[in-house]
Structures are given as structure tokens and as C-alpha cells.
């Protein structure tokens, strides 16, 4: 009785956050939608650009950013040089615009850092945080910016897309088009949970220091939420930036994601409870039980083995097994190069959920870094 009350509990609250949670802030966004104004409006906008050893992309960002559709005198771009040992200062410094500013951070400290540091430097009356290897449609943000038209507004966030190159990839840019649909509804209740770390802008007098390990992306948009200002979406502000190259790397990155997600969580879980009960389900559905989906895996799976002497579970235990020889399969056939589309939701939902165990065993150990490691981001 045991196995079977573990199975279907592991079960129901694996399929909840997947499937059930989207569906239901679906229903919520249709009944209890808050509709916002958005109008063009061209406020002083500070890009803040946090970079460590960027040399081979900060040419190419650079260029981007100084090429946006936004008025030259009412833009500026704020560089924070994190602990750099390469070329990316010189390179930067070889830009005479006066929209560029150099910060130097030394020694490194990470990007939470970065911000904490850039953004009492900043002119802008709205400041946009973004990635070195991350580049902007042209509109971008004038995009982002038009959703501050409405004053009760406080944080926006923009589409990240990307550049497919293995298997990892393509189940990356899967994933992300599922989390617009997410997206998509919570801004209609002006409710976002977190926001793309790449795109996203805030109010400048919104902003407060924060501690440097935590994520950035989680933290301050719940922060702006506290003081009442409404979190949106704004899918036509579009940036591009390429998906990990290789199973592992795409693992490294979203081990140290889940880490700090999992330590913001806790760090603001006052927050979250005092902001309603409609942002403690999104807390518990959108982030906290998918963080420990692996664990609910084990349990189903070993809770499985004990009930297969009835036929149903005999089914179920084989689907498992076959979904995970489907990533293992997926997994060999990236190594070779070779993309078969059937394996990229088996490969890309195992990866998730390694790297999930990984943040979870590295919260657990105090192994949270306020530096990052980045994908390699070389451009073709």
C-alpha cells in the first residue's frame, strides 16, 4: 500500500507541474485578467552589460547594442568589466561612442555583483539588464520600454530565442516556447514569476542591493512585487543567443541555475507568502516541485518495481524504461553528431532533471558560486 501511495503521489505531482500548473494559470489569466496600458514613450535607458573574459563576443554585442533603434541622447550603456584577464577591456575601450561606459570590478564577484555595483551608476530612469553574449532586435527596447507607459508597472521582460546546435539545443528552444505559453498568461494577471536573464528591464528606484549569490532574475522582479508594481511580458522584445553545444554543458549551466534559484527561493520565501496566495501556486508549481522532479522520479520508479505483479504497473514501469533508454540513445547520437528529433524531449527532460539533482545536492553543500561559467559563445 505503501509503493502505491508514493507512486501516484510522485505521479500526480510530476504531471501537475508540467501540465496541470500552465492549464490552470491559463484559466485564472481568462477570468481574473488585468489588463495594462502600453503606449510608446522613449524614458533615459541604461543597458547594463555584465562581462567576464568576453573577448570573443563583446565586439559583436557591443556593435548590437550601439545599433538599437533608441535615441542616442536618451541611451547609454553601461560595460562592467568582472575581474576580465583577456582582451574584453581593450576591446571595449576601442569604442569611442559616449553612450559606452566602462565599469571595472576587481576582483571578480559575478554578475549579482555586477548589477549592484552598475546600477547607482546608471542615468536611466529605466535600466535594462542583459548578457554579453546576447544580442538584441533592433526594437528591442523600445519594446520593453512601452510597457512602462503604465505606471503601475514596475518590470519587463523580454523573448529570449535561440540558435539551435545539437540535439540539447533544439529541446532548449522546445522548452523555452512552452514557458511563453506560462509566460504569456501569468503577465495577464501582471504576475510573472522570474524573467529572462538576459531581457528584462526595471524602474531604477525599484531597484535594491542584492546579495551576491543569489539569481538576479528571480530575486528582483519579486522584490518589485513586494512594493505592489505589477511584473509583465513583453514577447515582441526579442534577443538571441545560442544553446548549449553539448549535453554537459548544458547541465553545468542549469545545475548552477537551479542552485541559486533554489537558495533565492528561500531567501525571498517572506516575500512570497506575504505577495498572496496566487504567487505562492506559482512559487510551489512553476518552480520550487519542478526543482525536485528528480526526486519524485526515483521515488515513482523505485516504487514501481514493488507493484509489478499487476499489469498496469508492468505497462508503466516499461514506458519508463524505454523513456530513458530514449535519452540514453539521444545522448550517443549527439557525442556522434548526429540530431534525430524522436530523442530530443526524452535527452532535454533527463538533462533538466540531472542538472536539477546537481543544484539540489549543491544547495544542500553550500557549493553556490556568485561567479558564473559560461557556454562557449563563439558566433558563426
Sequence with gaps: MTAVWLFWVSLVLIAFSYFGYPFIMAAFAAVLNKPYEKKDIEPYVSLIVPAHNEEKVIADKLNNALSLDYPR?????????????????????????????????????????????????????????????????KEAIRKLVRNFSDKRIGCACGELKYRNESLIGEGEDLYWKYEKFIKTNESRLRSLLVVNGSIYAIRKDLFETVEETLADDFVIPMVIAKKGYGLVYEPEAITLEKTAASTKEGINQKARIIAQGLKAGFAVGGIIILSGPLRVFQFLFHKFIRWFVPVFLIIMFISNIFLLNEPFYKVIFLCQGLFYIFAAIGHLLEKNNVKIGIFKIPLYFCVVNLASAIGIIKFLTGGIKATWEKAETTRG
Excluded at 577591456?89 to 559616449?98: F, H, L, P, Q
Excluded at 530612469?125 to 538584441?136: C, E, K, P, Q, R
Design 73 to 137: 541622447d536618451k541611451f547609454e550603456i553601461l560595460l562592467i568589466l568582472d575581474g576580465c584577464i583577456d582582451k574584453t577591456k581593450a576591446i571595449a575601450a576601442g569604442y569611442k561612442d559616449s553612450r559606452l561606459k566602462l565599469i571595472e570590478q576587481n576582483p571578480r564577484k559575478g554578475k549579482m555583483a555586477a548589477l549592484n555595483l552598475a546600477v547607482p551608476q546608471a542615468k536611466g530612469d529605466i535600466v535594462v539588464f542583459t548578457d554579453a553574449n546576447s544580442l538584441y532586435e
